[in-house]
């Protein structure tokens, strides 16, 4: 017992509850804060109302307990050496803070504000070993944690997924006519404008599955998503109405919907990803690989980490939403080999999407008229695939903004769509094989875009501003049972216009009023559409059609054989040793390079990448980056790649064209 006697405890329960306050602000409220406003974390990472619950009571009493563990353990080294750690401790953790408040009240980043950090968690402590004051605000303020864990469970949008006050809404009337199969097929953060080609029709030659649905479908080329936000984009086309508040995506919270209108008549196979409209009743929601508390807890730790950081650092949930792979899944289901012979199906099967793989296998005919649904995060970012299906790594720091990043950006959106193209296939491919491809409604369209216009990058405010073709503006495919031939319907579509469109088309009947218009009623009058950065918040945009983006012509030197030249100097690979063991039957390959130059090296100068004596990408140098990059290349052609080990040549080429080779290292 401290002390021998009750006043040691005492006094051990007074610094524990001053630990417990300074946690709670450093650590508990801005965490919970975050994933209070992220129900989409949850429903991503199909999380059920314990998993919330115990992530809400380790956030809130692990670190606790952890520091105030080790400051108890310095009590073995006596009195005064107890006292002088709960000193260090108070200290850091309110260094800790000022981080967290200078981030959002200074200019200051780095070690700048480390250094104000420091100062004012050295101050903070000297007041609190001088003055009995600070102690006695800390120890009422130890009431903090219990609040922030009550306003996330019962006030946060979060809430309604941990308390769902709803079971769903009420189901569709069966109209006159057929019931065909109906499927569905969701991407995320896909422009219109990055599919077309020069003449404003899709690119046959990079996307010709995209294309094949354009000769085959309806294509509504004037259509546009109603949000840039999936938590709320999504919600308003499987709804039909505009976001009007900023519920979850949840069907407590948007209980008359696609699967609750179809869920009568219809057997349901929907996978979604960041929402969760089909209420159980409905729809089966079984447990996947991954799933728990364990990948909420490091996912959160991955969130705490930046939001302590003294450096600027996106802090969003959605950067762990990445779809993973059948093999991450321990999916092993055998396919046929499709006709393309350059086509590796084995690195196909291994590395695609695991709810992609399970929506294939469920594209089947069956008794009762089925709803076929698959919400899928592709192209959306991160973007890891190559247009043949390899994966690479990259890291997750890379800037979005400034010159050469956004293009990359861009060069590695349209490599994953590139893949998505070939997704795409294999949809068409398995419903022709079934049978199901004449009978069924088939729809495949995008919830929103992504603009990579310099300035505007993004999909929020400022992109719209910008570029509004590029976030609003998305592909939408829609061919009826038994169409052959593909038509061009430029009416003013609102994807509020899908529910009520797609109920028209299977004979069914929705049981409530919503915004959008079946397509097969007269167009909009109007020409002026809405957007919703946030709910209630209608923004006007204007405009038709996108015009496609100029094409960028490719470098000279791109494909080229490496000529002979003098080596002058040597240049820093992030990953260089990634290519001294390649096997590309992993379906992995070190697709990106990135590094760093000597800064003797021009910002803007030409850097040739080049594979195995051949010219892969030509980038420009850039000023150095917070994770001290001068350069980074995305090499597309897996081509190029060959078993074992692989030679990386680096040239810096000179106004003249001249070239001076890098030594990697």
Partial sequence: MPDGSG??????????????????????????????????????????????????????????????LLGALSRLAGRGARAAAHTVLVGLLLAALAVQVGRHATPLRGVPLLVLAVAAGAAGAAAHRRWRAPARVLRVAAVGPP?????????????????????????????????PPVVMLILDELPLVSLLGPDGRIDAARFPHFAELEDGSTWYRNATGVSGWTPYALPAMLTGRYPATGAAPHYSQHPDNLFTAFGGLYDIRAEESITRLCPPSRCETPVRPEQGAGVLVRESAKLLARLVAPVDSRVDPEDSYRERTATEAGIDAAEPVPEDPKFRWDRLNANQPARFTRFLAGLEPSARPTLHFLHLLMPHSPWAYLPSGVRYEAPEDFPNEGEGWVELARQRHLAQLGYTDRLIGETL????????????????????????????????????????????????????????????????????????????????????????????????????????????????ITGGVPAPAPPAAPHPLVGTPVPDAPVTGSAR???????????????????????????????????????NGRVAAVVPVVPRDTGGRRFAALLADDRLFQVGANRLDLLLVAADGTLDRLAPR
């Fill in 7 to 68: 006043d040691g405890w005492r006094v051990e329960a007074r610094r524990l509850l001053e630990v417990a306050a300074l946690v709670g602000l450093v650590v508990t409220q801005p965490l919970l804060d975050v994933l209070g406003r992220s129900p989409d974390f949850f429903l991503f990472h199909r999380a059920g109302r314990g998993e919330i619950l115990l992530l809400a009571a380790l956030i809130a009493v692990v670190p606790t307990l952890a520091v105030g």
């Fill in 429 to 540: 491919r398995t419903l022709r094989a079934t049978g199901l491809y004449d009978q069924a409604l088939l729809v495949v369209t995008a919830d929103h875009g992504v603009s990579f216009t310099k300035g505007g990058q993004g999909r929020g405010m400022g992109a719209i501003r910008v570029a509004a073709d590029e976030v609003a503006w998305v592909p939408l495919f829609v061919k009826s049972p038994g169409q052959r031939a593909g038509r061009v319907d430029d009416r003013n579509w609102q994807h509020v216009d899908l529910l009520p469109t797609v109920a028209d088309e299977a004979a069914i009947r929705l049981p409530g009023p919503v915004d959008g218009r079946s397509a097969r009623q007269e167009p909009r009058a109007e020409a002026g559409k809405v957007f919703y950065d946030r709910p209630a918040q209608p923004t006007p």
């Fill in 147 to 179: 609040v922030f864990v009550a306003l996330f469970l019962l006030a946060s949008p979060t809430s309604t997924v941990v308390l769902p006050r709803s079971g769903g809404g009420a189901a569709g009337v069966a109209g006159a006519g057929g019931h």
């Fill in 573 to 611: 690979v992030g990953n260089l040793a990634a290519f001294r063991d390649v096997d590309p039957d992993t379906g992995r390959l070190p697709a990106m390079v990135w590094g760093d130059l000597p800064d003797d090296v021009a910002d803007g100068t030409p850097l040739a990448v080049a594979v």
